[in-house]
């Protein structure tokens, strides 16, 4: 074994963390009430025109769930965009769970909502939406892998959302997932 020529020595020092920063600017109540307009039921079309979608997770790269897909009918594509206090929202599936910031700046599914869950919303020039976390990044579906959230430093083309209104059909089958529908005569 070579001698320790100072170099396997670590001096350690306390640290903390850096709180996080303070609350984005106050969404006013006209975007709030466009947002929570019709129980708050929405689709989120990416900048690619991919849903997100709150799907079984499926683990491809690094542990994350792919979480945007191709518009499909079959795969859970309503969302419910929930008001946690006058200037914050939280992003909800009809199944319960939420989209939360993660601490690598992924985004993840939550089982509730708190501060990593709360977003605030910001409506853009053309219409689309984007949401700031409480850490200043932007919710974004093309972040650094397709098919994956991610939060971003910027507002940039991949960090603003199409909200699209959920079908009658989607809102009849809410939280009782796909059913299929069988005439009264047997046929």
């Known amino acids: 074994m070579p001698e320790n020529l100072r170099c396997e020595r670590w001096k350690l020092e306390p640290c903390t963390p850096a709180p996080p920063s303070p609350p984005s600017p106050s969404a006013n109540p006209t975007i709030m ?12 079309m990416a900048y690619n025109e991919w849903y997100l979608s709150d799907q079984p997770p499926r683990f491809w790269e690094f542990g994350r769930s792919q979480l945007l897909f191709p518009e499909d009918p079959e795969k859970k594509q309503q969302w419910i965009i929930v008001k946690m206090n006058a200037t914050e929202i939280a992003i909800k599936s009809v199944g319960g769970s939420y989209i939360g910031h993660g601490v690598l700046n992924e985004g993840v599914i939550a089982y509730e909502a708190k501060e990593w869950e709360m977003l605030t919303p910001v409506k853009n020039e053309d219409d689309s939406w984007s949401f700031k976390s409480r850490w200043n990044r932007w919710l974004s579906g093309g972040g650094y892998s397709h098919g994956y959230l991610d939060f971003m430093p910027s507002n940039l083309k991949c960090e603003r959302w199409k909200l699209k209104p959920c079908t009658a059909h989607e809102r009849a089958i809410g939280r009782r997932g796909l059913r299929r529908l069988k005439a009264s005569n047997d046929r």
């Open 33 to 44: 009430d466009e947002l929570l307009a019709d129980g708050g039921r929405r689709r989120f």
